[in-house]
């Protein structure tokens, strides 16, 4: 360890000299008014005794600026490692989320096994927001006098008769019944269920199960005469208010209540509406 007993005089002396230079020379001028330190000796043993202790505290600093500079590569390669690992991790979780997040494609969809997993791709039904197509498939052998199969506007149960039932939980949103059937078909169970809410993509069938990301799900490309009158007309009204959205124009339910303002004004000349706010 440094010999530090004399730092408080030595800093003394330093701040009263302000600078390197004047604090050397007073302590020379020490030397040679107060000892026999320039006349004991040559001037050449002088200048060699000076630079040996000059080169030992030189070695000394040299030392440990290697170690300083060591230690923050090592921080440094420690920081770096640390930044990597940090990266990976987020870009391994966000591909996992948008995995996670995206719905099934074309040969990724997942067919129901007999013990209640997922691991075979099944074919997968065009996209449609007014009914949903189930594929169940069941143990090899099945024939159709063996299924066990019933289902409410709110509840599926599928299974074989006399065994735990594949299936048993609530339907994510309610069907319609009477407009519903199953059929089945090369070891499989098909179901075609209407749904009561013919405008509303399902996450899942059952509750419980992994769920999709609706905001991804591609329908098919159909025809406004495919639909009903109803669901026509949900969906006309919606594709005019977008058209009108995207010009700044009024939408359908602002122009109706502007017409009614119109006729309300023709109804009654003598009403001075010059001054009136509307909006």
Excluded: Y
Aim: glycine share 4%; net charge negative; hydrophobic share 40%.
């Amino acid at each position: 360890m440094e010999d530090e007993r004399f730092d408080g005089m030595f800093l003394s002396v330093a701040q009263q000299s302000q600078g390197i230079e004047p604090l050397l020379d007073n302590m020379f001028s020490f030397l040679r008014r107060k000892t026999d330190f320039f006349t004991g000796a040559s001037p050449e043993a002088i200048q060699e005794l000076v630079m040996k202790v000059v080169n030992k505290h030189a070695a000394i600093t040299a030392k440990a600026e290697a170690e300083k500079k060591k230690a923050r590569e090592r921080e440094e390669l420690k920081k770096k490692k640390a930044l990597e690992e940090q990266k990976k991790k987020e870009a391994e979780a966000a591909a996992a989320k948008a995995k996670a997040a995206a719905p099934p494609a074309d040969d990724d969809v997942l067919e129901l096994n007999e013990d209640g997993t997922f691991d075979a791709p099944a074919k997968k039904p065009p996209a449609q927001l007014s009914e949903l197509t189930v594929n169940i498939a069941l143990p090899a052998g099945t024939k159709s006098k063996m299924i066990d199969l019933d289902f409410n506007n709110r509840h599926l149960r599928v299974g074989i008769k006399g065994q735990p039932p594949i299936i048993n939980g609530d339907f994510h949103k309610r069907i319609i019944v009477e407009d519903s059937f199953w059929t089945f078909e090369d070891g499989e169970v098909v179901l075609s269920l209407q749904k009561e809410n013919k405008m509303e993509w399902w996450k899942c069938v059952i509750v419980g199960d992994p769920e999709i990301n609706t905001q991804k799900v591609q329908p098919e490309n159909s025809k406004l005469s495919d639909l009903d009158g109803e669901t026509r007309q949900t969906v006309e009204k919606m594709m005019f208010d977008q058209r009108q959205k995207a010009l700044g124009l009024p939408s359908s339910d602002e122009l109706q209540k502007q017409e009614m303002l119109k006729k309300f004004m023709a109804a009654h000349p003598e009403m001075d509406f010059s001054k009136a706010k509307f909006s």
